[in-house]
T-cell receptor
């Protein structure tokens, strides 16, 4: 399997809801990433996990909570989001942390109402 | 802080013409420079990358050049086709933060048949 997969594809949630985004890869990659992308803008890094440990948090608000249950899975737990958090959330993976090719999943289109 | 400037923001060419997109980076410790193509509603797709020990790399109709002294790198697409129409993002690694990429603002390429 040479792909990064993400579920769900679309998510609409209210500001009081709790939801989770899921990302999976079976390429044996040891680094996984969460990015946020607004329309017509580049991806913005949120979190980096290396060997299942959080290695970079780009000062992301605590209403976003990442989790890496194992080397193939990455979750992003969402709680009390704001409408401005509406965006495309992309997961990526690379063989290791560092200057390696990052492969993106298809993203979850999140709308906060 | 570190940044990557990308020009032009929009580029329109006739099918069969060449297209050139240029990026300038600020971190002298950057060693890895990927290019991503993102079609509307799809994931960013890695199309080519270059490392600092190489000045040029080619893959069929796509080439990337790197000038480390001037801190700039460029994407060249020859014999453009309508399916090359997309947003292209350059990126540069951050030297002391393994796995972190800084993206340019993107170039919207339109290839007219």
């Amino acid at each position: 399997d040479t792909e990064v997969t993400q579920t769900p594809k679309h998510l609409v949630m209210g500001m009081t809801n709790k939801k989770s985004l899921k990302c999976e890869q079976h390429m044996g990659h040891r680094a996984m990433y969460w990015y946020k992308q607004k329309a017509k803008k580049p991806p913005e890094l949120m979190f980096v996990y290396s060997y299942e440990k959080l290695s970079i948090n780009e000062s992301v608000p605590s209403r976003f909570s990442p989790e890496c249950p194992n080397s193939s899975l990455l979750n992003l737990h969402l709680h009390a989001l704001q409408p401005e958090d509406s965006a495309l959330y992309l997961c990526a993976s690379s063989s290791d942390r560092g200057e390696y090719e990052q492969y993106f999943g298809p993203g979850t289109r999140l709308t906060v109402t | 802080g570190e940044n990557v400037e990308q020009h032009p923001s929009t580029l329109s060419v006739q099918e069969g013409d060449s297209a050139v997109i240029k990026c300038t980076y600020s971190d002298s410790a950057s060693n890895y420079f990927p290019w991503y193509k993102q079609e509307l509603g799809k994931r960013p797709q890695l199309i080519i990358d270059i490392r600092s020990n190489v000045g040029e790399k080619k893959d069929q109709r796509i080439a990337v050049t790197l000038n480390k002294t001037a801190k700039h790198f460029s994407l060249h697409i020859t014999e453009t086709q309508p399916e090359d129409s997309a947003v292209y993002f350059c990126a540069a690694s951050i030297g002391n933060q393994g796995g972190k990429l800084i993206f340019g603002q993107g170039t919207e390429l339109s290839v007219k048949p």
